[in-house]
């Protein structure tokens, strides 16, 4: 019997002596190669036979291809493990989720976190790989019941990887997560959240679900608030929660007490504009989806109309001291109606007698100030309403910021009609910034929620600093002695103004339907570039009489100014009228105020 060697055999590869084609380049090696390696596998077992040599057994060779394999699958693993555990954040579950919003903390003026992020969930079903439709429908609804129940059966019943509900917080994604459900998995979501809930919602305003402020502070300082972010910082505003929060509570509880519709609440620095403290109600929760209806996201502070009634007295009588044309005992006639044409003007409370200047302010007298402002006529009215802020919006930086409506002719009647707040239509947060000229020197300082104020506002001389010490000296005798006495505060000096006005109902002002305001400035004493701050109350149709602003607004900007002084650093002390404690102080010829 004759041997052959089997590599001689001519089995898949060339006979000795006939020359292979030749390959060009590294693919022509590489192909020699594998088919030689073919060639040898192939021809494994005929060599171990012949030879039998450990290294050509076909057991050794299984065990090689299997060793390969087993480190291949061991290299995946621990890639797929490392990806798993190690991945960045924003690869979470199936497919590449969005990158990861870029927005600075929002904070006070003492650094109180007011707004941040946080990391959120959107919730995918892949209904190809869910095992039981009605078991993962039942489940995932008992684990998370606000999730839409129609939304929920279109994605279970469809045939492709859908969303189901956006904006799990961690332990509702891990209350889905341990259903161990086929098909379920997440993506992060970089949400906006705000940790004080309803607490200065209308102010600070809310950003979509992109990362872009849509309104509030959060539109208004937009692109500062997102470099922030970028830098790893917060962005502060002027807002001091420990105002806001007493400003908020103080609302509330006066709109309680007169049963009224709505109302809003401001504290700010006359000398800087910075707003302190701002409450609109009815409120709501940026993080909750918002109730239709109640007007509850209108910021009524900057986008709200009304006609503030006898606030007004106040520019009508600066303009007349300003431009000489009056002085605190400049006397008129209040003892009878004030008639421009066939139109009849009368006083709330009529005292039916001859007043000075001072007593016009203090009994809040629409006779006293239509007449001033008939004689200083249109030109005087137009320019001092005009520096003072009231026929332009007011210049925030929120966007929400309306502009008043105003009739264009004023003739003499309606230059009666505006001076005591009647005709024209303005925003609560106009009236805020005219105050502040009236009682810092004379200084139009435009109003801001950047800390320190903003340095860029260009300020104007609305009045002189002895007009302004003039307002201030009326403004502490009106609530000394006048309409504003329930705005009275132990020691800290308070002074202001009631507002009182009804509103039009089909075509015709009803008497049930009214606002009731109180313009107010603390301490109001010393010179005119002290520390000083305004506080303004309105209460938006009480429901109760009396209505006017002396009963449902005066009493809140008191307790507000009690409760803020101390964080503010202003002392209680004496002045003319009372003591540091409250109690009075007797005057030679006291002067009995008006109830209004």
């Given at each position: 019997?004759?041997?052959?060697?089997?590599?001689?055999?001519?089995?898949?590869?060339?006979?000795?002596?006939?020359?292979?084609?030749?390959?060009?380049?590294?693919?022509?090696?590489?192909?020699?190669?594998?088919?030689?390696?073919?060639?040898?596998?192939?021809?494994?077992?005929?060599?171990?036979?012949?030879?039998?040599?450990?290294?050509?057994?076909?057991?050794?060779?299984?065990?090689?291809?299997?060793?390969?394999?087993?480190?291949?699958?061991?290299?995946?693993?621990?890639?797929?493990?490392?990806?798993?555990?190690?991945?960045?954040?924003?690869?979470?579950?199936?497919?590449?989720?969005?990158?990861?919003?870029?927005?600075?903390?929002?904070?006070?003026?003492?650094?109180?976190?007011?707004?941040?992020?946080?990391?959120?969930?959107?919730?995918?079903?892949?209904?190809?790989?869910?095992?039981?439709?009605?078991?993962?429908?039942?489940?995932?609804?008992?684990?998370?019941?606000?999730?839409?129940?129609?939304?929920?059966?279109?994605?279970?019943?469809?045939?492709?990887?859908?969303?189901?509900?956006?904006?799990?917080?961690?332990?509702?994604?891990?209350?889905?997560?341990?259903?161990?459900?086929?098909?379920?998995?997440?993506?992060?979501?970089?949400?906006?959240?705000?940790?004080?809930?309803?607490?200065?919602?209308?102010?600070?305003?809310?950003?979509?679900?992109?990362?872009?402020?849509?309104?509030?502070?959060?539109?208004?300082?937009?692109?500062?608030?997102?470099?922030?972010?970028?830098?790893?910082?917060?962005?502060?505003?002027?807002?001091?929660?420990?105002?806001?929060?007493?400003?908020?509570?103080?609302?509330?509880?006066?709109?309680?007490?007169?049963?009224?519709?709505?109302?809003?609440?401001?504290?700010?620095?006359?000398?800087?504009?910075?707003?302190?403290?701002?409450?609109?109600?009815?409120?709501?929760?940026?993080?909750?989806?918002?109730?239709?209806?109640?007007?509850?996201?209108?910021?009524?502070?900057?986008?709200?109309?009304?006609?503030?009634?006898?606030?007004?007295?106040?520019?009508?009588?600066?303009?007349?001291?300003?431009?000489?044309?009056?002085?605190?005992?400049?006397?008129?006639?209040?003892?009878?109606?004030?008639?421009?044409?066939?139109?009849?003007?009368?006083?709330?409370?009529?005292?039916?007698?001859?007043?000075?200047?001072?007593?016009?302010?203090?009994?809040?007298?629409?006779?006293?100030?239509?007449?001033?402002?008939?004689?200083?006529?249109?030109?005087?009215?137009?320019?001092?309403?005009?520096?003072?802020?009231?026929?332009?919006?007011?210049?925030?930086?929120?966007?929400?910021?309306?502009?008043?409506?105003?009739?264009?002719?004023?003739?003499?009647?309606?230059?009666?009609?505006?001076?005591?707040?009647?005709?024209?239509?303005?925003?609560?947060?106009?009236?805020?910034?005219?105050?502040?000229?009236?009682?810092?020197?004379?200084?139009?300082?435009?109003?801001?929620?950047?800390?320190?104020?903003?340095?860029?506002?260009?300020t104007r001389q609305v009045i002189s600093p002895e007009t302004s010490a003039v307002m201030l000296e009326l403004m502490r005798g009106n609530v000394a002695r006048?309409?504003?006495?329930?705005?009275?505060?132990?020691?800290?000096?308070?002074?202001?103004k009631t507002g009182s006005a009804n509103k039009l109902v089909n075509g015709r002002y009803d008497p049930t339907v009214a606002v009731g305001s109180f313009a107010?400035?603390?301490?109001?004493?010393?010179?005119?570039?002290?520390?000083?701050?305004?506080?303004?109350?309105?209460?938006?149709?009480?429901?109760?009489?009396?209505?006017?602003?002396?009963?449902?607004?005066?009493?809140?900007?008191?307790?507000?100014?009690?409760?803020?002084?101390?964080?503010?650093?202003?002392?209680?002390?004496?002045?003319?009228?009372?003591?540091?404690?409250?109690?009075?102080?007797?005057?030679?010829?006291?002067?009995?105020?008006?109830?209004?």
């Amino acid at each position: 019997m004759s041997v052959h060697d089997h590599r001689d055999m001519n089995w898949g590869r060339p006979a000795p002596g006939i020359k292979a084609p030749a390959l060009d380049g590294l693919m022509a090696k590489i192909g020699n190669r594998v088919g030689a390696l073919v060639w040898d596998v192939e021809n494994a077992y005929g060599r171990a036979r012949s030879h039998d040599r450990a290294q050509d057994d076909p057991r050794f060779r299984i065990f090689l291809v299997m060793a390969a394999f087993a480190l291949v699958f061991v290299v995946l693993m621990g890639g797929a493990s490392y990806a798993a555990l190690f991945a960045d954040k924003g690869r979470v579950g199936y497919g590449h989720s969005r990158p990861m919003l870029t927005r600075g903390d929002l904070v006070d003026r003492n650094g109180l976190l007011l707004a941040t992020n946080i990391t959120h969930y959107g919730l995918y079903i892949d209904p190809r790989e869910v095992w039981d439709v009605n078991v993962a429908r039942e489940q995932i609804l008992a684990a998370l019941p606000r999730v839409s129940k129609d939304k929920l059966d279109r994605v279970l019943s469809g045939e492709r990887r859908l969303i189901v509900a956006t904006g799990l917080t961690p332990q509702e994604k891990t209350a889905i997560h341990d259903l161990a459900l086929g098909g379920v998995t997440f993506e992060p979501e970089d949400r906006r959240v705000y940790p004080l809930g309803a607490s200065a919602s209308h102010l600070l305003g809310r950003s979509d679900t992109g990362g872009e402020g849509v309104s509030g502070v959060e539109l208004a300082f937009d692109r500062e608030i997102r470099n922030a972010g970028m830098d790893g910082g917060d962005f502060p505003i002027s807002i001091d929660m420990r105002v806001q929060g007493v400003v908020e509570n103080e609302l509330a509880t006066a709109v309680a007490e007169a049963n009224a519709k709505a109302g809003i609440a401001v504290v700010a620095d006359v000398h800087t504009g910075e707003i302190l403290g701002m409450a609109s109600y009815p409120t709501y929760d940026p993080n909750k989806p918002v109730t239709e209806g109640n007007n509850a996201t209108l910021n009524r502070v900057t986008s709200a109309h009304y006609e503030m009634g006898s606030i007004f007295k106040a520019y009508a009588i600066a303009a007349g001291v300003d431009t000489g044309r009056a002085d605190r005992g400049t006397l008129f006639d209040a003892s009878k109606p004030f008639y421009i044409g066939n139109r009849r003007i009368t006083d709330f409370h009529a005292k039916n007698k001859v007043m000075t200047l001072e007593e016009v302010f203090l009994h809040s007298s629409n006779i006293g100030t239509s007449r001033l402002a008939v004689e200083m006529g249109d030109d005087v009215m137009r320019d001092y309403f005009k520096r003072l802020g009231l026929l332009d919006a007011a210049p925030i930086e929120l966007r929400e910021s309306a502009r008043p409506t105003y009739p264009q002719k004023w003739g003499d009647s309606t230059l009666a009609s505006l001076s005591f707040g009647y005709s024209i239509m303005s925003t609560p947060l106009q009236t805020v910034a005219a105050y502040g000229a009236l009682t810092n020197g004379g200084r139009y300082v435009a109003p801001t929620l950047r800390r320190g104020g903003n340095p860029n506002a260009e300020t104007r001389q609305v009045i002189s600093p002895e007009t302004s010490a003039v307002m201030l000296e009326l403004m502490r005798g009106n609530v000394a002695r006048g309409s504003g006495g329930r705005a009275n505060a132990p020691g800290l000096r308070v002074g202001g103004k009631t507002g009182s006005a009804n509103k039009l109902v089909n075509g015709r002002y009803d008497p049930t339907v009214a606002v009731g305001s109180f313009a107010a400035v603390f301490p109001a004493d010393g010179p005119v570039n002290a520390k000083r701050y305004s506080v303004f109350v309105l209460i938006d149709e009480p429901g109760q009489y009396p209505r006017t602003g002396g009963f449902v607004a005066a009493p809140a900007v008191g307790r507000i100014a009690d409760r803020i002084a101390e964080f503010l650093g202003v002392a209680r002390k004496d002045d003319r009228w009372f003591t540091a404690t409250g109690e009075r102080i007797p005057q030679p010829k006291p002067t009995e105020g008006a109830a209004r």
